[in-house]
């Protein structure tokens, strides 16, 4: 077996020959073949299309060869391209494993990062960048990882181990330990592993490599990715794409970081850039759901030239792909990277108020406009908020993550929630993080409350999706989940006890608020007028025409 230039593609590789199908080559790596053809900044890759995945799930044995021949043919390219070396002593090639499916499924599938890093390259790391925190932060971010994704170990051992590294050191977060807590932090997430794991984290790099990519394709089974393909329709047979990329860091000191990006309000449909960042973090920290993005006004403040392209980025992505983008990028000493973009996801009524924008902006027809909001009840888009005047006393805040007020039954757990929706009674679900192991109970539930997480955290992009009032990074709420209770506010309560909260206000409830219903009467008006006048949604602007060297690719 010997895979083709079909199944393999490139992106920004010299002599990369022009992208395939966001069918074959996953629409993830699509989207990133589209923006560095734009001239945006993208860290070179090669993508293993969707027909080696599927080929690997039916034979695994008998791909492994081929992959593994495949692989140190195109870590040559990379090599070429980075000046790095991958497994290198002195100056390491270290890559991230992406998944992307042919329709965009935010956070069902895996990705690893820091690919590369054993005892060795750690230090070629530190020789490298000169920065040893850098070197020692990844490293046991990676042994973590590897340990949950490819061998499915509890991540709790590792944020245990992390919390009392954090109490000991007298800081508030991770992000403030220095190299040496970092170091001795990974020989003790080494020897979790090993215990988790039942064999040491390996030491060699294209074996690192190889489990990372199996594991990948593997998630394409997983529980969580088969629930989102039912719920949305999608068959089974697609298969994913592997995206293998040179690492750009965001946890490389004070002028880095990680964030997430919407050039629209996903919650109101706002002409406005939505931020979440991290800084002197890594992608993960954002979007897993495992910690509060708040940086993004810091971000603004102390880079920002950074800030002013992430501007010019918005207006370039809208202008290419002609929808309202979600973006993925990493600031690595002032630098910025992209990392993904997809068609953001967004409420109802964001979809709505996007849709009219765009078709006065003259950047969609009122045929493709129409077409967009072919999946929404306009007849019953309503917006519940709170009353003028109402002054109940909260029990606790959030960060606002969305659009509306949603209550029911405390439901701790997604099996907990859809018991209470079985039962008529739609319930809100509590969570330490935005999780989107949790897909089923955001189906089932009215809306969702976290300790954790930022506002475009995987879970919370796919609750907006799905319309369901969202309050992430509640601080002041204790989840007891043995107990099946939780505190908020001083006040215990249990699973089944009433709470409401306002996903624009940012309050949690113990009583039901008072409220007022909107509808977006204005925007409906210009729907009805695109209808009378008889809109094609076959019809495109001339600008509509897709790039050249580009096949065009549907959003989803």
Known sequence: MKYTDKQVFEIGLPGAHDAGSADHMGFKAFNLARMAHIGLKVPEAFVLGTTICRDFLKHPAKSRTALHDLLVEMLRRLETASRLSFGGNRKPLLVSVRSGAPVSMPGMMDTLLNIGLCDATVHGLMRLTGNPRLAWDSYRRLVQQFAEVVHGADAAPFRIALDAAVREAGVGSARELDFRQFAQLTREFLAIHRDAAGQPFPQDPMEQLEAAIAAVFASWNSERAAAYRRLNDLPDSLGTAVTVQRMVFGNAGGTSGAGVAFTRDPADGGNRLYVDFLFNSQGEDVVSGRAVAGDAARLREVLPDVWSRLESVRGSLEAEFRDAQEFEFTVQDGELFLLQTRSGKRTPWAALAIAVDQEKEGLVAPGEALARLAGIDLDKLERRRLAPGEEQAALGRGVPAGIGIAGGPIALDADAAQRFAAGGRPALLVREDTLTADIAGLAACAGLLTVRGSRTAHAAVVAR?????????????????????????????????????????????DREPAIVVERPLEALAAVACWRRGGSDASKTHAKDAPRAGLAAAAQP
């Open 465 to 509: 999706q799905m319309g369901k009032p969202c309050l992430v990074g509640c601080g002041g709420l204790a989840i007891d989940a043995a107990a099946r209770s939780v505190t908020l506010g001083g006040r215990p309560l249990r699973e089944g006890d009433m709470l409401w909260i306002d996903a624009e206000g940012g309050s949690v409830y």
